[in-house]
């Protein structure tokens, strides 16, 4: 997957600062999807698609660097029909694709398909990739030829390089490769110091995109409990990081909600949040209320924050953070400074070998893993811990922004940055208002309806904590304050609704 959090993944830092491209560069054909490819089988060229998002940070860095580069412009005016399209007006042709992280950089010849890369490139490492595509390769045999050349090691830093390759190859399908590193990571890493909860997210992905890979996480996770038992999930066991991580990455929520409804019962709900920030997103998504209410972690602080932010950002301020949320961020890996490509002299087009299918990861598959290049990833409803992600801001500058997930955008009828975000808000901090009451915090669920509404005294927000109550079935807990936020909220003006 798929928040106001950290990713690819991830910081609330801004990504970079520098002035916004409002029209494509002009390397890309004013031309809907068909007429380009058309031409470029007429012509007898590679298609270039550039499948991107306006709120997509390194999509837009591409512009003013990998995508005005001369010598790449050159290369691909000559070899190369390339078009950019927004694929939040062309969802059509992004399920087709099956895309699902930005930007995508797809390539097609006479037959079909030829390669795709995910993430930020800069314009050497574009026309490199661009040249070996046209050569009849890929870049998921580059990577896996790289990768058979290689002298593994067990340090820290060797795997680390392995978590590279293994998020590189998953984007690029290589399901089966990128699951051997992932598992020689988690074998050597107690030794090495590497944090087996570093490969959660990786592995979720696998799980959710690989039937095969699915079933071999299953059996590590019956591997973590037998080897350790009968005492392998006690409090203080480091094989209970190990179990809740995989069973994270399986999305096995209910299996969580009776190991938290369990712990609870047992007066140790602090155990269970512990590992809150990773459990929460989960067992929220999946309406498990009151076991999302136990693992919620210091919710008054979180959203005291997230409150603080919110004029920030009606103002268009820089640098602020949002706090917990249920949508996906934007990497903030930084990236080298764009290189200058050699002067590569524009070659007779060539026909491109078309490489054997495989399959790709699917619309709401890939999250985030930090070692990828600098990705956009699309919202969904889930999320990592973490803070604010990366958006561009229309007007001059690029800020650090978050991301708006499907539900709050939903709710809001204005696409308008500072509508979006409030809704965000109201979202956010209603799920948590129900939680809470659900795992019978009741004195922090009255501490989080006050501040919501110091922050935002509107009816919505009134009526978004009502609504996630009654959803959670706990719409008579504290019912005479809610019956007075309704009533509040029906005795305003319509134009507050809005």
């Not at 990128?178 to 020689?184: C, I, K, N, P, V």
């Not at 409090?235 to 991580?245: C, E, G, K, Q, T």
Request: proline share 5%; aromatic share 6%.
């Amino acid at each position: 997957m798929l928040s106001l959090l950290t990713a690819l993944t991830l910081s609330s830092a801004p990504l970079f600062a520098i002035s916004p491209v409002e029209e494509p560069p002009a390397v890309f054909a004013r031309a809907t999807f068909e007429e380009a490819r058309a031409t470029a089988n007429r012509e007898g060229k590679l298609l270039v698609l550039d499948a991107m998002t306006s709120w997509c940070g390194p999509c837009k860095k591409m512009d003013v660097t990998t995508w005005v580069d001369p010598d790449l412009v050159a290369w691909m005016g000559a070899n190369t029909v390339a078009v950019q399209l927004d694929m939040d007006l062309h969802t059509e042709l992004k399920n087709e694709l099956a895309i699902a992280a930005f930007p995508t950089i797809i390539t097609f010849d006479a037959d079909g398909e030829a390669d795709r890369i995910v993430g930020y490139r800069d314009a050497k490492a574009m026309g490199d990739w661009l040249a070996l595509v046209r050569a009849g390769s890929t870049e998921l045999e580059r990577l896996l030829t790289e990768l058979d050349a290689r002298t593994w090691t067990n340090s820290l830093e060797d795997l680390r390089h392995r978590q590279h390759y293994a998020s590189e190859l998953f984007y690029l399908a290589g399901y089966s490769d990128a699951r051997r590193l992932l598992f020689e990571i988690w074998e050597a890493a107690p030794a090495a110091g590497f944090e087996r909860s570093n490969l959660r997210w990786a592995l979720g992905d696998l799980a959710r995109t690989d039937a095969e890979s699915a079933t071999a996480i299953e059996a590590l996770r019956r591997e973590v409990l037998t080897a350790g038992a009968p005492s392998v999930l006690a409090a203080d066991s480091a094989a209970l990081s190990d179990w809740i991580d995989l069973s994270v990455a399986l999305g096995d929520s209910a299996g969580l909600e009776a190991w938290a409804l369990g712990r609870n019962a047992r007066g140790e709900g602090d155990v269970v949040r512990r590992f809150g920030r990773t459990l929460y997103p989960l067992l929220l998504r999946n309406e498990h209320w009151r076991a999302a209410g136990i693992a919620l972690v210091d919710p008054i602080a979180q959203f005291e924050r997230s409150g603080a932010a919110l004029a920030t950002f009606d103002t268009y301020g820089e640098g602020a953070g949002m706090g917990m949320t249920l949508a996906t961020p934007i990497a903030a890996k930084t990236e080298a400074p764009a290189a200058k490509q050699e002067t590569t002299e524009a070659a007779a087009p060539a026909k491109v070998a078309k490489p054997v299918e495989a399959a790709k990861p699917t619309q709401d598959a890939p999250k985030t893993t930090g070692s990828v290049p600098m990705v956009g990833m699309a919202p969904v409803k889930a999320t990592a811990d973490g803070d604010a992600a990366a958006t561009p801001k229309k007007a001059t500058s690029f800020m650090a922004m978050p991301m708006i997930g499907a539900g709050a955008k939903s709710s809001s009828d204005s696409d308008e940055t500072g509508v979006l975000i409030r809704a965000q808000f109201r979202w956010d901090a209603s799920h948590a208002y129900a939680a809470l009451l659900a795992a019978d915090r009741t004195d922090e669920a009255t501490a989080l309806g006050a501040l919501v509404l110091r922050y935002e005294d509107s009816p919505k927000a009134r009526i978004a904590m009502v609504s996630r109550a009654l959803q959670a079935g706990e719409g008579d807990t504290r019912r005479a304050v809610h019956f007075g936020w309704l009533d509040a909220a029906t005795s305003a003006p319509s134009s507050e609704l809005k």
